[in-house]
């Protein structure tokens, strides 16, 4: 647990959004070099989950010439597929300034109510100016994922969810 | 429940309320005007639908983490589910932030999706929060679940490739069944899915070499080719310890305008 923690409940933070998303992909299924039955495939992931839980996604990865190298085409492609964003709307008190205790790229706790807490990384902030204070739209997530893109990703399997 | 190997429907024991449709009789529908006569009594026809257009709003049963369906939701609003013949369903609904049942609509539970005489699955996967709001959104269980699996089966035996050459159907259940019901990898199986018992061999004859492709576009393109879609349904299993399993069948669409 960080020792910044956004939470509503100690009046530091407004959770003004928490999207929860099941990841796309949970085992990676690596293929590597050769051609047709002869084709390295390398597993990443939890093998041992099933059901809907387990969520391959198959990685073309002819480059790799080593097992590193196929591990790690697979773990990228599991680390893009994180779906937790939540966003809080915060202002700078005695205790916590964002700029100076925190700033993008920290990993903070976020007391999520209801959904739980998370360590969790500060990937934005939108900072607007008043005349006399600032208030800041905090977004966490992991890296390489943000609101937009999330909702984007889901819109598109879910037309309904079209805007 | 059991199946109805005549109608292709699951019986829910006798207690549907859905009359079977039926075409009014031939006297009395007016092809000119595509209205109806009432034979002279009077000149305006009642308005009559059948019954199955009497619009009940679905009943939502939440999961609990045992997958038994415990709680009924209650005050739910905005609720969209869209149908597809060869795709994944998807659906989304909204509650009160504020409601007592927010805590129960986690991502990744299963809710039971009642309407008429009929139980879908379906997998949440989406649970999106505002200050006021909750979205909630996924797809049907099972078409979730061939999105989540491969083409892995002879990818390193033979040629390379699972290849069939058969009817849509018989090709749709080979590749749900290698990959899914009777995987080798007894980690890609899932508790709830099974197929319908028998295969019609419906559709038409297909060619298909499979290799990594996801199996839900595998299936579309099955369908696609051999004219062919696919529903899920849930019934009752008392086998397990949840007491329910997920049905998955073929359909074919009717071509109606041979009727007339």
């Known amino acids: 647990m ?26 990676a299924v690596v293929g590597g070099q050769g051609e047709a039955a002869v084709r390295t495939i390398q597993y990443v992931g939890d093998t041992t ?35 937790t964003v939540i966003e809080m709307q915060f202002a700078d008190s005695l205790g916590c300034v964002y700029g100076e205790d925190f700033i993008l790229g920290d990993i903070v706790t976020v007391d999520a109510g209801i959904y739980g807490k998370y360590d ?33 990703d889901v819109s598109k399997n879910n037309p309904i969810l079209r805007v | 429940m059991t199946l109805d ?14 009359p079977t449709r039926k075409l009014p009789p031939s006297h009395l529908l007016d092809y000119d005007t595509g209205s109806y006569d009432a034979g002279g009594f009077s000149t305006t026809p009642p308005r009559v639908l059948p019954a199955s257009y009497l ?14 369906p415990r ?12 149908e597809r013949h060869r795709n994944r369903d998807s ?33 949440i996967k989406q649970i999106d929060a505002t200050r006021d709001t909750i979205t909630v959104s996924g797809n049907e269980y099972a078409d979730d679940l061939l999105s989540a699996r491969i083409a892995l089966v002879n990818v ?5 490739a699972d290849e069939i050459q058969d009817s849509a159907e018989t090709a749709f259940r080979h590749y749900v069944n290698g990959n899914i019901i009777e995987a080798t990898d007894t980690y890609r199986r899932d508790p709830f899915l099974t197929l319908e018992p028998v295969d019609y061999g419906r559709g038409e004859t297909v060619t298909i070499s499979a290799r990594f492709e996801n199996l839900l576009d595998l299936c579309e393109t099955i369908g696609s080719l051999g004219s062919i879609g696919w529903r899920s349904v849930v019934v009752d299993d008392d086998t397990k310890p949840w007491g329910w399993k997920i049905v998955m069948s073929v359909v074919e669409g009717n071509d109606l305008g041979e009727v007339v």
């Open chain 2, 55 to 68: 619009i009940t709003a679905p009943e939502i049963r939440i999961c609990d983490e045992d997958y038994i």
């Open chain 2, 156 to 160: 390193q035996d033979g040629v390379g």
């Open chain 1, 49 to 83: 989950l099933t059901g809907i839980e387990r969520r391959e996604v198959f990685v073309d990865a002819k480059y790799a010439t080593t097992a590193d190298l196929l591990t790690t085409a697979g773990e990228k492609e599991i680390a893009a597929n994180v779906g």
């Open chain 1, 120 to 152: 969790i990384e500060v990937v934005s902030a939108e900072i607007n100016y008043t005349a006399d204070k600032r208030d800041i739209i905090i977004v966490l997530g992991s890296e390489g994922t943000n609101i937009v893109r999330m909702i984007k």
């Open chain 2, 91 to 123: 659906w989304s609904f909204e509650v009160s932030r504020h409601s007592v049942y927010a805590q129960y609509l986690i991502k990744g539970r299963i809710i039971h999706y009642v309407t008429g005489s009929s139980v879908y699955a379906l997998i």
């Open chain 2, 71 to 82: 709680i009924v939701l209650d005050g739910y609003k905005n609720l969209t589910y869209t």
């Open chain 1, 2 to 27: 960080s020792w910044v923690i956004l939470s509503e409940e100690m009046g530091t933070a407004v959770l003004s959004r928490f999207v929860d998303t099941i990841p796309e992909c949970t085992v």
């Open chain 2, 5 to 18: 190997y005549d109608t292709d429907r699951y019986d829910a024991g006798g207690s549907s309320t859905t």
